[in-house]
């Protein structure tokens, strides 16, 4: 059974960071590409970043250059951490993984509050 479990999300000031971290089991983690979305109330889900099975990164505009996404395939986790959060990175952020036959799987989700 494919389980992707995100956590460190929680409230954070404006002008503050988080590290988020997903925890994979069930896929074969090192041949997955995975990402990172998010859905902010009354909106659609979309891209935040994506780390390929090889290393290779993308982001989003809203979030390049003040996010970093990495994995560490010893551990199948895949962190994502943003500095320079403003409220409008409030979110519930999700985990998702592309498998080698092109299958996704997602997370739960983690509630990301950026409020004074």
């Known amino acids: 059974q494919v389980q992707l479990l995100e956590s460190g999300g929680g409230l954070v000031q404006p002008g503050g960071s988080l590290k988020l971290s997903c925890a994979a089991s069930g896929i074969i983690f090192q041949a997955c590409d995975m990402g990172w979305y998010r859905q902010a109330p009354g909106k659609q889900r979309e891209l935040v970043a994506i780390i390929g099975s090889g290393g290779r990164t993308n982001y989003a505009d809203s979030v390049k250059g003040r996010s970093t996404i990495s994995r560490d395939n010893a551990k199948n986790t895949v962190y994502l951490e943003m500095n320079s959060l403003t409220p409008e990175d409030t979110a519930v952020y999700y985990c998702?993984?592309?498998?080698?036959?092109?299958?996704?799987?997602w997370g739960k989700g983690t509630l990301v509050t950026v409020s004074s």
């Open positions: 998702k993984a592309n498998t080698l036959i092109g299958m996704d799987f």
